[in-house]
Nanobody, 128 residues
């Protein structure tokens, strides 16, 4: 069974740091790009960050640039999103995604929804 399982969400204060993890199994995810999206209450789901199949190329949305770092360890089947200097507006459900079709970050950033596999999400709440 193909699975993407997120963990690490929680309640933090503005300015704090948090690390999200995504463990993937049931498929050779090592050959495919992965990334993170998020969805805040009442808003559309938005792209956060992407990483290519081997982990040497990354791409960030403006909201994440300079504050978030995406990485992956294919030997451990784990992808991580390190989030620093969290803001109130970072409050959202964060989703781990994997491309169904390709290895490049564009396969995440520009992918139609049907080309992505999604985890169940993990809630991040930032309080003042």
């Amino acid at each position: 069974q193909v699975q993407l399982v997120e963990s690490g969400g929680g309640l933090v204060q503005a300015g704090d740091s948090l690390s999200l993890s995504c463990i993937y199994s049931g498929r050779t995810f090592n050959n495919y790009a992965m990334g993170w999206f998020r969805q805040a209450p009442g808003l559309e789901r938005e792209f956060v960050a992407a990483i290519n199949w081997a982990g040497f190329k990354t791409y960030y949305a403006d909201l994440a640039t300079g504050r978030f770092t995406i990485s992956r360890d294919n030997a451990k089947s784990t992808m991580t999103l390190e989030m620093n200097s969290l803001k109130l507006e970072d409050t959202a459900v964060y989703y781990c995604v994997a491309s169904r079709v390709g290895e490049a970050t564009t396969n995440i950033v520009q992918a139609p929804p049907e080309n992505l596999m999604w985890g169940q999400g993990t809630q991040v709440t930032v309080s003042s």
